[in-house]
């Protein structure tokens, strides 16, 4: 997330918060992906400046196929998601108590102290962030199916959600490829590979980000968030 304009939502924070922070989310994850078509819109114009630098680099924009448009809001979309799972499952510690009660059950006596309920803003995010990383350790080949962990930490909340397995395997790619680019510059391992065959062309390279691989990392994200959404929805 990386505007400094917070989205306006109809949704009011005190009255609708199990849909609150899954709103602000979807608002910026809309945004980033639509920002690519308005900076490639001026990327195109530049070229007819006649500003020897500019046509340049946008022609070098061109060649790459919008690479690092797609990589920057490839990154900033799946921060504005991870941001928003940790923020949702915060705002059900925070304001339901049975929640409240299991997640903090899954940790040391006296760790979240039950008895102190209600907790700060700050005490709930920490549990849902520890709570996230239990997950993972909890399903099997969960470092992988990155689907399959949000799966069970939601049904800690008694919320079901479900995608279908080519969705599950866009999310999951995304959630790769975004480590990748965070952690190695975007330098794909034989361990990458071995995982998602779909790396193995660029082991040892950058794997270029296009436009197919942005939308299919997008639907995998938007498509999460609508199953949650419903299943949000299913339990009110």
């Known amino acids: 997330m ?15 918060w199990k849909f609150y922070a899954l709103h602000l989310s979807s608002s910026y994850i809309i945004n980033e992906f639509f920002l690519v078509s308005n900076y490639k819109r001026c990327i195109k114009n530049s070229r007819s400046t006649g500003i ?5 680099w946008a022609l070098q924009m061109e060649e790459q196929k919008y690479h690092d448009l797609y ?9 504005s998601f991870e941001s928003g799972l940790v923020n949702i499952v915060a705002d059900f510690i925070k304001n339901d108590r049975e929640v409240a009660i299991n997640l903090s059950s899954k940790f040391k006596p006296g760790r979240f102290d039950i008895d102190t309920w209600p907790w700060d803003t700050e005490v709930c995010l920490d549990l849902a962030q520890r709570i996230e990383s239990k ?5 099997e080949n969960g470092g992988v199916n990155f689907f399959l962990r949000i ?3 939601f049904s800690w ?8 397995s080519q969705e599950q ?16 510059y975007g330098v794909v391992s034989e361990k990458d590979a071995r995982e998602f065959a779909c790396l193995l062309p660029w082991v040892g390279s950058v794997m270029p980000l296009s436009k197919e691989k942005f939308t299919n990392y997008y639907n995998g994200i938007s498509q999460t968030l609508i199953s949650i959404m419903r299943g949000i929805a299913s339990t009110t």
Do not use: C, Y
């Open 2 to 16: 990386t505007s400094l304009i917070k989205p306006k939502l109809g949704t009011d924070s005190k009255t609708g």
């Open 71 to 79: 990589v920057h809001s490839f990154i900033g979309m799946w921060s």
């Open 52 to 56: 020897k630098e500019l046509s340049k």
């Open 151 to 153: 799966q069970k930490l």
């Open 135 to 139: 997950a993972k350790r909890e399903v």
């Open 169 to 184: 395997s866009f999310l999951s790619e995304a959630n790769r490829v975004r480590n990748i680019l965070l952690h190695r």
């Open 157 to 164: 909340l008694n919320i079901n959600i479900d995608i279908s």
